[in-house]
């Protein structure tokens, strides 16, 4: 009975002891199973978290990259959370906004600057540190045959003057401006004032401009300034000292001798006219080169305009024995000013009348030629021509290169002149001989008058000669 009791004790601590044992080991199983569920829930929240802010950053870090590469439409978010994100996000899109309003401006800043450059009627060369060229502009490269592109090149090379080269290394070594003259060789010879200055950035020097006016044009009028003076003084020169010789030799007694007073008197006369026609012609000339000419266009029968032209001229070739033909058709219609058109066709039979010699002809033909692109003269012979650089501010005339042609010719008899003078006939003052073109009366302008007058209505006046054959010039006219 005692030993059965005991058993009983010993099972019943047995089991008292494991029972504390899974007490034991349940409370340490539910205190790892709530561990690991706080810890789940903490890495679930953490990736929650985790999500909603790299998913922003990352569409932040993909505009940023846009921006780089240039693009400025991808739009920021503005509904990203937390807050930090979302403020960065505004600050991004206000950042693209700013730079794709400055880019924008420069871009537009930079085409204005290039349609200038392009347009602009001086030529810019610009170099940087080095000495090298950065840019240049049309007028630049046109201005001395430089083919695109220029960077990277010294400036000697395409300008091929020393000290323009050397003004610039100056100015680069000091900052100095410089201003410099030159010309260049060959065919045209062109003129140039040359400023050269320093590109400054920030008060630092970074290159220089060099800008170049051409002034070949001004070197040509004043040349054509003194060359005028000197040949209206010598004209005039020679007339007046015949009649002063004569007036001081009347003065001295020579008006008691009846003959040597008539001779006397009539060279004062013959010298007077030409003075007179002289001044005349100075006169047409100034008025025809004045910017307040009126060009007074209308249609009108070129035939009626020659006929008045010939009556003109008509007695001064009878005296000479010359027969004017005209073969110019009576329903040919041309436009232009009737008046200057009419005095361009005296002064060309004046001229042929002069150099034709007696008993000869003078013809005046008209002929159609076609399209101004095609421009030939009626019988195809090699011509020297003068296109009209500009037309003339009051002509409305159509253009040069529209519309049917006429070609107007008058035709000597004379000597002929040489190849190397046609270019130079049309100038002013201009004789191929002068003493014998004095000696016919002749004021060296009428050829520059017609000149003029065709010019005005924006047409072409040309020449063509054989030494010993006549001469013949002409010019056209749009038909109607």
Request: glycine share 8%.
């Amino acid at each position: 009975m005692r030993l059965h009791w005991r058993l009983t004790l010993l099972c019943a601590a047995v089991i008292a002891i494991a029972m504390v044992t899974v007490h034991l080991y349940v409370n340490r199983t539910v205190h790892e199973i709530l561990l690991a569920t706080l810890l789940g829930l903490a890495l679930l929240l953490t990736y929650s978290v985790s999500r909603s802010v790299s998913r922003p950053l990352r569409k932040l870090t993909g505009v940023a990259r846009s921006i780089g590469a240039g693009d400025f439409d991808e739009r920021v978010p503005s509904d990203a959370s937390p807050r930090e994100i979302r403020d960065l996000a505004r600050a991004l899109d206000s950042t693209r906004r700013q730079v794709r309003d400055r880019i924008a401006a420069i871009l537009g800043e930079k085409s204005q600057l290039e349609t200038i450059l392009a347009d602009i009627t001086v030529g810019i060369l610009v170099t940087g540190r080095d000495g090298r060229v950065l840019l240049t502009n049309r007028t630049f490269e046109r201005f001395f045959g430089v083919p695109s592109p220029t960077e990277g090149r010294p400036p000697v090379e395409m300008i091929r003057d020393v000290q323009v080269q050397e003004a610039i290394e100056h100015t680069l070594r000091t900052g100095e401006a410089l201003t410099h003259t030159m010309t260049t060789s060959g065919m045209p010879e062109r003129h140039f004032d040359v400023h050269v200055g320093t590109v400054r950035r920030e008060g630092a020097g970074m290159g220089v401009v060099a800008v170049f006016y051409d002034t070949t044009e001004l070197h040509r009028l004043e040349r054509a300034r003194k060359d005028f003076v000197a040949n209206v003084s010598h004209e005039i020169r020679t007339p007046l000292t015949a009649i002063k010789g004569c007036a001081d030799t009347l003065a001295d007694g020579a008006l008691e001798d009846r003959a040597t007073a008539d001779r006397f008197v009539q060279t004062i006369l013959t010298h007077s006219d030409r003075l007179q026609l002289l001044l005349e012609d100075l006169l047409d000339l100034s008025r025809l080169e004045s910017d307040r000419l009126k060009i007074e266009m209308h249609d009108f029968s070129i035939r009626q305009a020659v006929d008045r032209a010939c009556d003109s001229v008509r007695q001064q070739a009878t005296g000479k024995g010359i027969a004017i033909l005209v073969e110019v058709p009576d329903e040919l219609t041309v436009r232009g000013d009737p008046k200057l058109i009419e005095q361009a066709v005296v002064n060309l039979l004046d001229n042929a009348v002069k150099y034709t010699p007696g008993g000869g002809k003078v013809r005046v033909a008209a002929a159609r030629i076609g399209t101004d692109e095609d421009f030939a003269s009626p019988d195809n012979t090699p011509l020297f021509v003068l296109a009209p650089e500009n037309g003339h501010p009051d002509s409305t005339t159509r253009p040069v290169g529209s519309g049917e042609r006429v070609a107007l010719e008058v035709v000597d008899e004379g000597i002929g002149i040489p190849s190397d003078s046609l270019p130079r006939v049309f100038e002013r003052f201009y004789r191929v001989e002068k003493g014998r073109s004095r000696s016919m009366g002749g004021t060296g302008l009428g050829l520059s008058i017609v000149r003029h007058i065709i010019e005005s209505h924006g047409e072409r006046v040309y020449a063509k000669s054989i030494l010993g054959a006549g001469s013949t010039f002409g010019f056209t006219l749009p038909v109607v």
